[in-house]
C-alpha cells in the first residue's frame, strides 16, 4: 500500500527579524509520509508549530510532536532557519525525542572552512569564534550540546534521561570535495544531484543552490512512493536547482519581493549601496522570476515560502504565478499541501 505524503508548512517568514504586524512563523516545514514525518529547517516557533499542525503525537504534554520525527534537514545555517534547532534537541528531550527513531539524523551543509570575502570598502571587523568561524551542521550541533551541557548532564545524571549521543547527532551532507573546495571562486558550481540518506519512505537527493556569499546552501528533494517534493531553501535562479526540481510534484521555493529591497535602498543610490542591492537580490530569487523557474522545471504544484519580507500583504505575492499552468500557492503557515494531488 502507498503510503500518502504531503507537505505541512510550519513557518513562512522568509529573514532573520520579528516582522512587525505579521504572525508568520520561522522557516521550516514537515514532509510528512504515512505516520511519519521529516523536518525542512528549523527557524523559530518550529516545536510549537509542529505542535499546532497536529504532527506525531500532539494530544499529551510529553508524548510528542518530535515523536514522529525521523528526520532533521537544513538548507544551510543562516539563522531564521535553524534558530530553533536547539528548542528540537534539548526541550525535545521532554517533548517526545526520546520515542523518535533515534540517534536522530540532523543533515546539513558542512564548514564554509573560509571566511566569507568583505564586501564594500570598510576595514575588516573582529572575526567572530576566530578559532572555528564557520562550523558546519556536524560541529553546529556538537556546539550546541556543549552550550546546554549542565542542562543535559542534569537531565541524565539525574532524572536518567538518554543523553544527546543517544538522541540525536549533526550529519554533513556529503557535497563531493570538488565542488566545495573554493567558496569564493565559484559559490554555485553546476553539479549533480546528490543522493546521501534513503529509508523505507523517503529518498532525499541535495544540491547547491545559489546563496553566497552563505555556502554551502542545498536545496532538497524528497521522492516518496506518492509523489516527490523540492525545497529551494535560500537561492537565486539555479541550474543546480532546475535539475533536482525536474518534474516534481511540488516545488515550494523562496521569493523575495524587490521591492522591499527597493524600499531599504531608495533611490538616488550610491555605487556602494548599488551595489548592496544586486548583492541581496542575487541570493535570492525575486518573485517575478519564480514562475519560470516552476515552468522550466515542469512541476506540478508551485508554492512560495519562504516569502521575504514576512509581513508583507498575501496580494503581493499573487504575481509569482506569471504564467506557470501548474497549481500555485502563496504559502501561509500550517497550510497543507498534498504531494501527489496535482500529478499531471
Ligand atoms: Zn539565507
Same mark, same amino acid.
Given at each position: 500500500?502507498?503510503?500518502?505524503?504531503?507537505?505541512?508548512?510550519?513557518?513562512?517568514?522568509?529573514?532573520?527579524?520579528?516582522?512587525?504586524?505579521?504572525?508568520?512563523?520561522?522557516?521550516?516545514?514537515? !514532509?510528512? !509520509?504515512?505516520?511519519?514525518?521529516?523536518?525542512?529547517?528549523?527557524?523559530?516557533?518550529?516545536?510549537?508549530?509542529?505542535?499546532?499542525?497536529?504532527?506525531?503525537?500532539?494530544?499529551?504534554?510529553?508524548?510528542?510532536?518530535?515523536?514522529?520525527?525521523?528526520?532533521?534537514?537544513?538548507?544551510?545555517?543562516?539563522?531564521?532557519?535553524?534558530?530553533?534547532?536547539?528548542?528540537?534537541?534539548?526541550?525535545?528531550?521532554?517533548?517526545?525525542?526520546?520515542?523518535?527513531?533515534?540517534?536522530?539524523?540532523?543533515?546539513?551543509?558542512?564548514?564554509?572552512?573560509?571566511?566569507?570575502?568583505?564586501?564594500?570598502?570598510?576595514?575588516?571587523?573582529?572575526?567572530?569564534?576566530?578559532?572555528?568561524?564557520?562550523?558546519?551542521?556536524?560541529?553546529?550541533?556538537?556546539?550546541?550540546?556543549?552550550?546546554?551541557?549542565?542542562?543535559?548532564?542534569?537531565?541524565?545524571?539525574?532524572?536518567?534521561?538518554?543523553?544527546?549521543?543517544?538522541? /540525536?547527532?549533526?550529519?554533513?551532507?556529503?557535497?563531493?570535495?570538488?565542488?566545495?573546495?573554493?567558496?569564493?571562486?565559484?559559490?554555485?558550481?553546476?553539479?549533480?544531484?546528490?543522493?546521501?540518506?534513503?529509508?523505507?519512505?523517503?529518498?532525499?537527493?541535495?544540491?547547491?543552490?545559489?546563496?553566497?556569499?552563505?555556502?554551502?546552501?542545498?536545496?532538497?528533494?524528497?521522492?516518496?512512493?506518492?509523489?516527490?517534493?523540492?525545497?529551494?531553501?535560500?537561492?537565486?535562479?539555479?541550474?543546480?536547482?532546475?535539475?533536482?526540481?525536474?518534474?516534481?510534484?511540488?516545488?515550494?521555493?523562496?521569493?523575495?519581493?524587490?521591492?522591499?529591497?527597493?524600499?531599504?535602498?531608495?533611490?538616488?543610490?550610491?555605487?556602494?549601496?548599488?551595489?548592496? /542591492?544586486?548583492?541581496?537580490?542575487?541570493?535570492?530569487?525575486?518573485?517575478?522570476?519564480?514562475?519560470?523557474?516552476?515552468?522550466?522545471?515542469?512541476?506540478?504544484?508551485?508554492?512560495?515560502?519562504?516569502?521575504?519580507?514576512?509581513?508583507?500583504?498575501?496580494?503581493?505575492?499573487?504575481?509569482?504565478?506569471?504564467?506557470?499552468?501548474?497549481?500555485?500557492?502563496?504559502?501561509?503557515?500550517?497550510?497543507?499541501?498534498? !504531494?501527489?494531488?496535482?500529478?499531471?
Amino acid at each position: 500500500m502507498t503510503r500518502s505524503a504531503r507537505v505541512v508548512l510550519l513557518g513562512t517568514a522568509g529573514g532573520s527579524p520579528y516582522w512587525a504586524n505579521s504572525s508568520r512563523a520561522g522557516n521550516a516545514a514537515a !514532509v510528512v !509520509v504515512g505516520d511519519r514525518y521529516y523536518l525542512v529547517d528549523a527557524g523559530r516557533e518550529v516545536v510549537r508549530q509542529l505542535m499546532a499542525a497536529g504532527l506525531g503525537d500532539h494530544t499529551s504534554d510529553t508524548g510528542g510532536p518530535l515523536d514522529a520525527l525521523r528526520a532533521v534537514f537544513l538548507t544551510h545555517l543562516h539563522s531564521d532557519h535553524v534558530v530553533d534547532l536547539n528548542n528540537v534537541l534539548s526541550v525535545g528531550l521532554h517533548n517526545g525525542l526520546p520515542r523518535a527513531d533515534r540517534p536522530l539524523p540532523v543533515f546539513g551543509p558542512g564548514s564554509r572552512r573560509r571566511l566569507p570575502p568583505l564586501f564594500g570598502d570598510r576595514p575588516a571587523p573582529p572575526v567572530t569564534a576566530p578559532a572555528n568561524p564557520t562550523p558546519g551542521t556536524a560541529e553546529m550541533v556538537d556546539l550546541m550540546v556543549r552550550t546546554f551541557a549542565a542542562d543535559y548532564n542534569d537531565r541524565a545524571f539525574d532524572g536518567g534521561s538518554p543523553t544527546p549521543g543517544e538522541l /540525536f547527532r549533526g550529519v554533513d551532507v556529503p557535497i563531493p570535495a570538488r565542488y566545495i573546495a573554493d567558496p569564493d571562486g565559484d559559490p554555485h558550481p553546476r553539479m549533480r544531484p546528490v543522493q546521501f540518506h534513503e529509508d523505507d519512505r523517503v529518498r532525499v537527493r541535495a544540491t547547491l543552490v545559489q546563496h553566497a556569499p552563505m555556502f554551502p546552501a542545498l536545496a532538497y528533494r524528497f521522492d516518496t512512493d506518492a509523489g516527490s517534493v523540492v525545497f529551494s531553501g535560500d537561492t537565486g535562479p539555479s541550474d543546480n536547482l532546475a535539475e533536482l526540481a525536474r518534474g516534481a510534484d511540488v516545488l515550494v521555493h523562496e521569493v523575495v519581493d524587490t521591492g522591499w529591497v527597493d524600499q531599504l535602498l531608495p533611490h538616488p543610490r550610491t555605487a556602494g549601496q548599488e551595489a548592496l /542591492f544586486r548583492h541581496l537580490v542575487t541570493a535570492h530569487t525575486a518573485v517575478e522570476q519564480v514562475a519560470s523557474v516552476a515552468r522550466a522545471a515542469e512541476v506540478g504544484t508551485l508554492v512560495l515560502s519562504p516569502l521575504i519580507p514576512g509581513n508583507w500583504p498575501r496580494e503581493r505575492w499573487q504575481r509569482g504565478r506569471g504564467d506557470f499552468t501548474g497549481q500555485f500557492l502563496v504559502g501561509e503557515d500550517l497550510m497543507v499541501v498534498d !504531494v501527489a494531488a496535482k500529478r499531471r
